[in-house]
């Protein structure tokens, strides 16, 4: 696509739901990432994938957070038993490749509010 | 490891006025330095990168910010502020031959007076 697409734009879920956050980069773009940002932080990465192999899984802030891509595209995050520290923008972003110096491009994110 | 610091949280200026916001890294080898703007409601946009060369380096929408080796900064900056430029700005940086992850700053929001 034309740009790197998040969906759903706006999410209110209640703590303890299951919820799954997707995102559709940018088209021929190997590379994705997932940053969160929470309220008047900067940004917290969580996890990136090279093709559909997430190589490093370390930046996910508990084991209740889960990430996978298919088909070198679209990818889901998963938050299970979401708690209200959860909350926050959980941003998607691709680069044509993981070279380095690779202009990554950002989608408009995912609000995420658990009450 | 890399990491980047944006001393000014929030930054007002008047409408016309000159700009610079700070952001200075810790990196032991060449960095790439990046800034990027997020208005309310959307995702980050580039607005311009450091990989080599001229120290000075010309982004989209005016801005212009320069590499200082010595001061390890990266400070972004703009002759002439517009009331569309209120938003929230990042440094990052990223390292030479160590994948494409970049280390983001806190932010410094800027906000623009009439």
């Known amino acids: 696509g034309a740009g790197v697409s998040q969906s759903p734009s706006n999410k209110v879920t209640e703590k303890g739901k299951d919820v799954e956050l997707r995102c559709d980069p940018i088209?021929?773009?190997?590379?994705l990432y997932w940053y969160r940002q929470s309220l008047g932080q900067g940004l917290e990465f969580l996890i990136y994938?090279?093709?559909?192999?997430?190589?490093?899984k370390s930046g996910l802030p508990s084991d209740r957070f889960s990430a996978e891509r298919t088909g070198g595209s679209v990818s889901t995050l998963t938050i299970q038993r979401t708690q209200q520290e959860d909350s926050a923008v959980y941003l998607c972003?691709?680069?044509?490749?993981?070279?380095?110096?690779?202009?990554?491009?950002f989608g408009e994110g995912s609000w995420l509010t658990v009450v | 490891a890399q990491s980047v610091t944006q001393p000014d949280i929030h930054i007002t200026v008047s409408e016309g006025a000159s700009l610079e916001l700070r952001c200075n890294y810790s990196y032991g080898a060449t960095p790439y330095l990046f800034w990027y703007v997020q208005s309310p409601g959307q995702g980050l946009q580039l607005l311009l990168k450091y990989f080599s060369g001229d120290t000075l380096v010309q982004g989209i929408k005016g801005f212009e910010a320069e590499f200082k080796r010595s001061q390890s900064s990266f400070n972004l900056r703009k002759p002439s502020v517009h009331w569309s430029d209120a938003a929230e700005y990042f440094c990052?940086?990223?390292?030479?031959?160590?994948?494409?992850?970049?280390?983001f700053g806190g932010g410094t929001r800027l906000m623009v007076k009439p």
């Open positions: 994938f090279q093709g559909n192999s997430a190589p490093d």
């Open positions: 088209s021929g773009h190997t590379a």
């Open positions: 990052a940086v990223g390292a030479l031959n160590a994948g494409n992850m970049l280390t």
């Open positions: 972003a691709s680069s044509f490749s993981f070279s380095s110096g690779n202009t990554i491009y």
